[in-house]
């Protein structure tokens, strides 16, 4: 089973744990690279700038990582800090993903995480 509804139907977190599946194929939600990567390949460290969204192949996917964080926090006012709490907000998605089986062992016998 792939569980993309809180990457591509914008949903927070939590509803991880209201999907009961026996295995999770693909879930996860985007950050983006590090910053020493974007300022060596890219150089503009602005989410938003043409070069960051070219390399951005999710119609809407940058957009999207900062409209989530400042819904989960508050948004940095500096570009490298806004890459990096990026990557703080994909680990918290991924530690969020029980499925809905907090005391169901057995339930899902597996799942593999996406982390682009």
Avoid: C
């Amino acid at each position: 089973m792939h569980v993309w509804e809180v990457w591509h139907e914008n949903k927070p977190f939590a509803a991880y744990r209201e999907v009961r599946p026996r295995f999770v194929s693909e879930f996860g939600f985007q950050s983006f690279a590090s910053r020493g990567v974007v300022a060596a390949w890219i150089g503009d460290l602005n989410p938003s700038s043409p070069a960051m969204e070219s390399h951005q192949k999710n119609v809407g996917g940058n957009a999207r990582i900062v409209t989530t964080m400042m819904r989960e926090f508050r948004l940095p006012e500096r570009h490298e800090d806004v890459i990096y709490l990026s990557q703080v907000q994909q680990g918290a998605g991924a530690q969020d993903r029980d499925f809905g089986v907090a005391g169901a062992e057995g339930i899902v016998l597996g799942h593999a995480l996406l982390a682009a």
